[in-house]
């Protein structure tokens, strides 16, 4: 069986997915950044995919882009839960509910 | 000499800020404090003292050693008005402007009012209407500063000696200067606002000085009367002037007296309402029927004030102001003849008043009246020359009797009553000699001053003409006449009274007369002096005689459309004239004598019994006084008083509450409006804002996981439809 591109569509669809509802459902800070950077994960895998199937190492640069990205957001996603656990002694994101109106 | 006039005035306005500096800082609250008694004051007021013992109850007092000082100032600055002012006249008279000319100095700009935007009244002169402080030297002003100052002079001389005693020193000269700085800004104005500001000026020292001894009831009160008496006039007078700005649109003599006189026909029908408003205000100041009753209440000021004010100068601004406007009561028949019939009328009245007076003040008081009567009689018959050569000369002889008067007093210690006196002729000799020469003067006995100005007022009476009423000439010349030979009368009751005969009052009261000092004689001396030869200025019948009839011609201007020239009398004529005046004043002279001196009044006395009625009417000043406060103090006072309070509160409250029921109840349906309608709309606005808004903020739950969701069905809608409907 040979790998083809839709195969690699559907990996980084699954894995998008599951990042996306984490996002949405777990209530922990620190697991939610997982679930954001596995969605980013998922956009690199298919970056990769398309570029390999079109021949174009733009989407390999864009990824690389990403991954740089992805490491911004993560540290700035863990000062965030550093400031945010200082404050509310919890990493509860429902917590987090100042903003309501 | 001309150019340095306005030094005239400054000089006194110096010494009266001066004085009143030193007075403000250098007085101190007296020792012993007045004590109000009511009782006091009354028995003072009826007794009619004003001199009791003026020292004794001051509130205030000058700073003796200050007094030379207040002295110096006063007397120094009104000594240097008499030489600028000598140095003016000197200028009108021999030098640059004898010719006849007048002098204006502008001083400055006072009020400007822009251009005159109608030239209705005066055509082809587009003026600009504006006052400027200036003074005017003519004939008329020059021979007013000379006598006001001069004679300023000597009763400020007098006053250091009749006022040594007195606490208020330094106040009074004060006063004094600044009367004598309001009357000359008064003589020398060269508009009739100017005129005017000296005109009030003057009515404010009169108050002031009438109520020198404010302490006492009678005195606060008498200066009281002055000024609303004044204020009257002064209503009637300030009228003239609107009348006159209205009429020219300046106020400027010359241009006004020009303008008149050049085209008389344009004011004429207008100048008979306008002269009759500037009489009210001389009537007032110049005290003629019917506001005269303040002059005789004024002699509650110290005497030499009486002398000052209320004979010599200011109460004759009035026939000046008359004798300023010639022009205009010459083209206004009318009301020259209202002037000659309230002059000689009050000439009259007055004096069968002082026949029955018995303070030797209040005689003189109404003798005055009676004179300034004269001149009015004058002014209104045409004579403006003989009523200002009677100003002059009554100012010296009328001012030496007032002295002299203010001397007896002296010597008693205060004593007014002529009944408490007699025989004093030989115990204060110098007073006693001057004050018959002045009484000679006044009673017109020949060669004397106040011979030839009577004399030339009832020669031009007599000459006068009124085409409204012919016969009223002679009535008034019969008047005139039967006035002066009333006047010798009184004049000769009172010197008999007061110096003849013998003593009335008590042994000891009589050790103390003493002559006056030095400082009060030698003023008399002066005006006895004055009362002798002042006439002889105005020499009737001799050629060339007539001196002040040619000074004072520059201000008769001559009218266009010529009125006829008064023609001269007759030699033979006013020869008669005169005898029949002098043997008019013998007779009262000797009825005096017989009576008073010889008779011991008992003459007088069983006619006051024949008559009492008559006697008492006059005695009692005809009950004037009574009437005025009856009809306007009680009557429109307090009775126009009730009745306005009583439409006060039925019209004026009614008007008032019902614009107040009406306001609230319009405020009960604003505050309606607004609580409903305009409350409502905000409310109504904001309560649907808050029902929508109730909906909207479930959707912000806060949290990020939600937000996140929408976000991503959002997404999931737009790509499905995309997908869908591409």
Redesign the interface.
């Known amino acids: 069986m040979t790998i083809t591109i839709n195969h690699y569509l559907i990996v980084s669809f699954l894995l998008f997915s599951i990042g996306?509802l984490g996002?949405?459902?777990r209530r922990n800070f620190l697991t939610?950044l997982m679930s954001i950077e596995l969605m980013l994960n998922a956009v690199n895998l298919n970056l990769i995919a398309f570029s390999r199937r079109l021949s174009d190492l733009t989407g390999q640069v864009f990824a690389v882009f990403v991954i740089t990205i992805a490491a911004g957001e993560a540290a700035i996603g863990l000062a965030l839960t550093i400031s945010l656990f200082r404050q509310r002694k919890t990493l509860n994101?429902?917590e987090?509910?100042?903003?309501?109106? | 000499m001309k150019n340095a006039l306005f030094l005239v005035p400054l000089f006194p306005l110096v010494g009266f800020l001066a004085n009143g500096l030193l007075y403000a800082l250098g007085a101190r609250p007296a020792r012993r404090d007045f004590k109000h008694d009511p009782h006091g004051e009354q028995a003072a007021a009826e007794s009619g003292k004003d001199e009791g013992h003026p020292h004794a109850h001051m509130h205030g007092e000058t700073h003796p050693r200050f007094k030379s000082i207040h002295s110096f100032i006063g007397v120094g600055s009104v000594a240097l008005s008499v030489l600028f002012a000598f140095g003016a006249i000197f200028d009108v008279g021999v030098g640059t402007l004898a010719s006849g000319g007048s002098h204006v100095i502008t001083l400055y700009r006072w009020i400007a009012l822009g251009v005159n935007q109608s030239t209705s009244q005066v055509p082809g002169k587009a003026a600009e209407w504006f006052v400027d402080v200036a003074l005017r030297l003519d004939s008329l002003s020059a021979l007013m500063i000379a006598f006001v100052t001069f004679v300023g002079f000597l009763i400020h001389v007098y006053s250091i000696g009749y006022m040594g005693h007195d606490r208020g020193y330094g106040r009074y000269f004060a006063y004094l200067n600044l009367f004598m700085f309001s009357m000359l800004v008064l003589v020398l104005a060269s508009n009739f606002l100017l005129l005017f500001v000296g005109w009030e000026g003057v009515g404010l020292c009169s108050y002031l000085l009438i109520g020198y001894d404010y302490h006492k009831k009678f005195a606060a009160d008498a200066g009281k009367k002055a000024f609303v008496v004044n204020r009257i006039g002064d209503f009637g007078f300030i009228l003239g002037i609107f009348g006159i700005f209205a009429l020219f649109g300046t106020l400027d003599f010359g241009q006004v007296f020009a303008t008149a006189a050049a085209t008389p026909e344009r004011f004429a029908p207008y100048l008979t309402l306008v002269c009759l408003c500037l009489f009210v205000g001389a009537c007032g100041k110049s005290a003629q029927v019917p506001l005269y009753v303040w002059l005789p209440d004024a002699m509650a000021g110290p005497t030499p004030v009486s002398a000052l004010i209320h004979a010599a100068t200011m109460v004759t601004a009035g026939v000046y102001m008359v004798a300023r406007c010639n022009v205009l009561f010459r083209l206004a028949p009318d009301a020259m003849l209202v002037v000659a019939v309230i002059g000689g009328f009050t000439a009259l009245f007055a004096a069968t008043i002082g026949l029955a007076q018995n303070d030797i003040k209040k005689v003189l008081a109404y003798s005055t009246v009676s004179q300034l009567g004269y001149m009015f009689l004058a002014c209104g018959v045409g004579a403006f020359v003989a009523g200002m050569f009677h100003v002059m000369t009554h100012a010296f002889f009328k001012a030496c009797l007032f002295l002299g008067s203010g001397s007896v007093i002296h010597a008693l210690s205060g004593e007014q009553d002529i009944r408490k006196m007699g025989g004093l002729g030989l115990k204060i000799r110098t007073t006693y000699i001057t004050f018959l020469i002045a009484t000679l003067a006044i009673a017109g006995v020949p060669f004397l001053a106040g011979f030839f100005s009577k004399d030339a007022i009832l020669a031009a009476v007599f000459e006068a003409h009124f085409s409204q009423a012919p016969w009223l000439g002679k009535t008034l010349w019969a008047a005139a006449l039967f006035t002066a030979g009333l006047t010798a009368f009184y004049m000769f009751r009172l010197v008999s009274l007061t110096f003849w005969g013998t003593y009335r009052g008590s042994r000891e009261e009589e050790a103390h007369i003493h002559e006056s000092p030095r400082s009060m004689t030698v003023p008399l001396v002066i005006l006895a002096f004055l009362s002798i030869v002042g006439g002889y200025v105005g020499v009737p019948i001799v050629k060339g005689g007539d001196q002040i009839g040619k000074f004072l011609s520059p201000i008769l201007l001559p009218l266009a459309g010529g009125e006829a020239h008064a023609h001269e009398a007759a030699v033979s004529a006013e020869l008669l004239l005169m005898a029949a005046s002098v043997a008019v004043a013998t007779v009262g002279i000797l009825l005096a004598f017989f009576w008073y001196a010889k008779g011991n009044g008992e003459v007088p006395r069983r006619i006051a019994a024949a008559w009492p009625g008559v006697y008492q009417a006059v005695y009692n000043k005809y009950y004037v006084d009574e009437f005025y406060d009856a009809v306007f103090v009680e009557g429109l006072g307090k009775g126009g008083g009730r009745l306005l309070w009583d439409f006060d509160r039925s019209v004026v409250d009614g008007a008032v509450n019902s614009v107040a029921l009406l306001t609230r109840a319009f405020s009960w349906v604003a505050s309606a409006f607004d609580q409903y309608v305009v409350d409502g709309a905000v409310n109504g606005v904001a309560d649907t804002i808050q029902a929508g808004y109730q909906v909207f903020r479930k959707a912000q739950t806060g949290r990020v996981q939600n937000y996140a969701l929408v976000m991503g069905a959002g997404l999931f809608c737009v790509v499905m439809a995309y997908l869908l409907f591409r």
């Open positions: 996306f996002v949405l459902v939610v994101v429902e987090a509910d100042t903003m309501k109106g």
